[in-house]
């Protein structure tokens, strides 16, 4: 490859993948066209680089899920330790605890609503991000087959002729 910076991303490689096919030139009488190898060799080569850096995002988006869900956690464990103690300190009025005891419950099952849905959402964005992938990749594999294809074809036809 030159010495201009590599595209970035899958995305980006995969855009550079077409537009070597788009700009190949092109065989005389022919739907063929002449592309680099080696570029190609390296385009593919950045594409598997890639995909790597794309699945770490997806985990660095479930790590702040799962950060978010801890505080949501630690949040609603505190709330429920100050209920407690306020409990403790109510004892004699039963229906304050009782109040204490169901705000704390609604707020731990609010917290697991919230971490759930983050986990949900993320779960959701990373499904989609790889289905995306799956998509280009599929195409780049057809683009490669039916170029391996024409190649074999012409390949047979010059040893039919020789």
Do not use: W
């Not at 899958?10 to 788009?22: F, I, M, N, P």
């Amino acid at each position: 490859m030159d010495s201009r910076q590599g595209p970035e991303g899958l995305t980006g490689v995969l855009d550079a993948l077409a537009e070597a096919l788009e700009e190949a030139r092109a065989m005389p009488m022919s739907s063929s066209v002449l592309v680099s190898r080696a570029e190609l060799l390296d385009l593919v080569e950045q594409a598997r680089a890639a995909l790597p850096t794309q699945l770490t995002r997806a985990d660095e988006l479930l790590s702040t899920a799962d950060v978010v869900v801890a505080r949501a956690e630690r949040d609603a464990e505190h709330v429920l330790a100050e209920a407690r103690s306020r409990a403790e300190d109510l004892v004699g009025r039963e229906h304050v605890v009782a109040e204490a005891r169901a705000r704390a419950d609604r707020i731990v099952a609010e917290a697991e609503k919230v971490a759930e849905e983050l986990r949900r959402e993320a779960d959701d964005y990373c499904d989609r991000r790889l289905a995306d992938f799956e998509i280009d990749l599929g195409r780049v594999l057809a683009q490669v087959q039916a170029g391996r294809a024409k190649l074999a074809g012409r390949l047979g036809d010059g040893l039919d002729n020789g």
